[in-house]
């Protein structure tokens, strides 16, 4: 059973950094993807990223990719999102998703059908930016 845990999450400053962690487990081939999504009070979902584990391979919604970065580490099971600069309007609860296949999902900023292409989803970490 496909498995993935988040963490990482906290209480930031604006221009602060923080790196979250999606643990993944039960896959048996790295042919599969991550993605990253999040969720702000009052709002939808919203795609973020998407990595393709066996290539290193990824995608990023335009409104972040100049200051999140993802990547994994296949010898942790283990996928990053690096965010930097971070803003309050980047107050959400962040997700994480797995799906089998190297193909990843476009990130459109509105998430629901990036969202619903991971078929394994986790229980999010919350990541508040405040001064």
């Known amino acids: 059973q496909v498995q ?3 963490s990482g999450g906290g209480s ?3 221009g ?3 790196r979250l962690s999606c643990v993944v487990s039960g896959f048996t081939t790295d042919e599969y993807s991550i993605g990253w999504f999040r969720q702000a009070p009052g709002k939808g979902r919203e795609a973020i990223s998407c990595i393709s584990v066996r ?3 990824a995608v990023y919604n335009d409104s972040v990719k100049d200051r999140f970065t993802i990547s994994r ?3 942790k099971n283990t996928v990053y999102l690096e965010m930097k600069d971070l803003k309050p309007e980047d107050t959400a609860v962040y997700y994480c998703g797995a799906r089998e296949g190297i193909l990843c999902p476009t990130p459109y900023p509105s998430g629901y059908y ?3 292409a991971f078929s394994t989803r986790g229980q999010g970490t919350q990541v508040t930016v405040s001064s």
């Open 55 to 57: 290539d290193g391979s």
């Open 12 to 14: 930031v400053q604006p």
């Open 16 to 18: 602060d950094s923080l």
């Open 73 to 75: 580490d296949l010898a």
């Open 114 to 116: 990036f969202v619903t």
């Open 4 to 6: 993935v845990v988040e």
